[in-house]
Each structure stands twice: as structure tokens, then as C-alpha cells.
Nanobody
């Protein structure tokens, strides 16, 4: 099974950019959907973006965040631009065997999770 490992979080000013990385431990991401979720204090974990048979993003990040993957390096990235204070959260990388039936936006439909990386946007 694959184990995602996130990195790249930190403190950034509003309007700035940050790139999160997710490495696969145990095996490659080949044959897996990959996604990013985030959880702010006191809130439920929410969908941010995912790559399956297509690329999907939450409305709140469209035009600002981009998910990508580098199969040669076995990495997944989340490029975050024009950051806002409301983007402050712990960001999690997730993976699951590629599926055309399972919902992308539900945390219950993802099998493997990283430990999370903190992103703090100061206003």
C-alpha cells in the first residue's frame, strides 16, 4: 500500500504563494487517485483538489490552486497562489486506487492519508 508524506507547509503573507509536496512511501502513486484536503481549527476536513481520470478543484480554490503530479519523481504537488487568511489549515495528501465510482470530495472515500502539514496565512 502507498503512504503519502507531505512537506512544504509554513507561514506566508496574504497574497503570497506556497507549494506543497506529497511523496509516496511504500510504493508508487501509479494506479492511484491523489488528492489534497485541508482542516481548519474547529472545522471538518474538506476537499481541496484531486487528480483521478480528470482534475477537480473546490470552488473556493479554483483559479488559485493547482494540483499536479510528476510520475517520474513519484510526487504530487499543490501550488497555492493568491493565498488568503481563510486558507489557513492543516493540509493533507490522500491516495486511493483509481476509481470512477467513488466520490472524490468525501474523506470517507479515500484510503491512505499523510500526517498533514500546517499552512498559515497572515493577513
Amino acid at each position: 500500500q502507498v503512504q503519502p508524506v507531505e512537506s512544504g507547509g509554513g507561514l506566508v503573507q496574504a497574497g503570497g504563494s506556497l507549494r506543497l509536496s506529497c511523496a509516496a512511501s511504500g510504493r508508487t502513486f501509479s494506479g492511484y487517485d491523489v488528492g489534497w484536503f485541508r482542516q481548519a481549527p474547529g472545522k471538518e476536513r474538506q476537499f481541496v483538489a484531486a487528480m483521478s481520470y480528470a482534475t477537480f478543484q473546490a470552488d473556493s480554490v479554483k483559479g488559485r490552486f493547482t494540483i499536479s503530479r510528476d510520475n517520474a519523481k513519484n510526487m504530487v504537488y499543490l501550488q497555492m497562489n493568491s493565498l488568503k487568511s481563510e486558507d489557513t489549515a492543516v493540509y493533507y495528501c490522500a491516495a486511493r486506487p483509481t476509481s470512477y465510482q467513488r466520490r472524490l470530495t468525501s474523506t470517507l472515500e479515500w484510503d491512505y492519508w499523510g500526517q498533514g502539514t500546517q499552512v498559515t496565512v497572515s493577513s
